[in-house]
């Protein structure tokens, strides 16, 4: 099938389906409103705090799947209307710590230049090509090393974006970025406050606060398998091509069909790339339904955890390889 052939294909899934959009939101957040008053009524009864702190880890995958409806909201993909999008995402972004203009912006800059060299920096993960790692002074190779560990960037790198990175606007902010961190922190507040007033601050700190560090944990892994790869596709901007990158420069991550639900099938990231106006319930029937977009191959559920390692992209080879690897490459 042509490019345009495909893309006309794709076109007709990216048409939201209202009642649909509304049903998963009512499901999505009914699940998250009776788990955070579960562990209310158990921290209340004086439940031993392992099990709050428990419920409290698992909620997180809600809040993930909360953030996946955020980032429909953010393609003006789950509504018709740009307004309803708006105005859910917002509200949704007060949940992720996330404010919703500010990371619209820095989300489709991501969209527009991803797996293209010369344009890094901007909503994507810290990458350095092998050469440009030799060529780095000490350290610039202590910062990148330290940011790569896999240690850094889930339990270090991933909290401190989602609860103190994301009070700021990001570079190049404007007037509507500002407006939006500026509503989303204050609602944040607002939001905390009431909590801990209603609850008491051990609420926060054993309902709230874990909750939220594992989101960003599971988020950014997420984020992080989409691009990061043993044969992810990276070129220069002379020979870049969009199609190829979202078809080589995302992966098809699979999952059980429950993962898949919970993280709004966002691990059929090739097709999210080549069509982000797909709302996230349309994108497996996309793929069973277009034969094209199966000729991937799948970066299998537990497969992808040995990706924690890879670091350096190659330009020789094309492939990501991890420091040690880089080491015993001889170049002369």
């Not at 990175?165 to 961190?181: Q, T």
């Not at 799948?298 to 420091?323: A, H, K, T």
């Amino acid at each position: 099938m042509e490019q345009a052939d495909l893309h006309k294909a794709l076109s007709r899934y990216a048409l939201p389906d209202a009642r649909e959009s509304l049903v998963q939101t009512s499901v999505t957040l009914g699940i998250y409103l009776a788990s955070i008053s579960l562990m209310t009524i158990l921290l209340h009864y004086h439940v031993q705090i392992w099990i709050i702190l428990l419920l409290s880890v698992l909620t997180s995958v809600i809040v993930v799947k909360i953030f996946i409806i955020f980032h429909d909201c953010c393609h003006t993909s789950y509504f018709k209307s740009r307004r309803a999008c708006f105005w859910l995402g917002h509200c949704l972004g007060i949940l992720t710590f996330t404010a919703y203009s500010d990371w619209q912006r820095t989300h489709g800059i991501h969209h527009r230049y991803m797996a293209n060299l010369e344009r890094r920096g901007v909503g994507d993960v810290w990458l350095m090509t092998l050469d440009e790692y030799r060529m780095a002074g000490r350290w610039t190779k202590l910062r990148y090393r330290l940011y790569r560990h896999p240690l850094f960037i889930f339990l270090v790198s991933s909290p401190f974006l989602f609860l103190i990175l994301n009070r700021f606007p990001s570079k190049g902010f404007r007037a509507r970025e500002m407006r939006s961190v500026l509503f989303t922190n204050v609602m944040i507040v607002l939001a905390i406050v009431y909590f801990s007033i209603a609850v008491g601050w051990k609420g926060c700190l054993v309902i709230l606060l874990p909750m939220m560090f594992m989101a960003s944990v599971l988020g950014v892994w997420l984020f992080y398998v989409q691009h990061q790869f043993r044969h992810v596709y990276w070129a220069h901007n002379k020979e870049w091509d969009r199609y190829r990158a979202a078809m080589e420069g995302s992966s098809f991550y699979t999952m059980p069909s429950i993962l898949r639900w919970l993280s709004g099938n966002i691990g059929y990231h090739h097709i999210h790339h080549l069509a982000p106006r797909i709302p996230n319930y349309r994108l497996k029937k996309c793929f069973d339904e277009i034969p094209e977009l199966q000729e991937i191959d799948p970066v299998p559920y537990l497969s992808g955890l040995r990706n924690i390692c890879l670091s350096l992209w190659d330009e020789q080879s094309g492939m990501l390889l991890s420091f040690k690897e880089a080491q015993a490459i001889k170049r002369g």
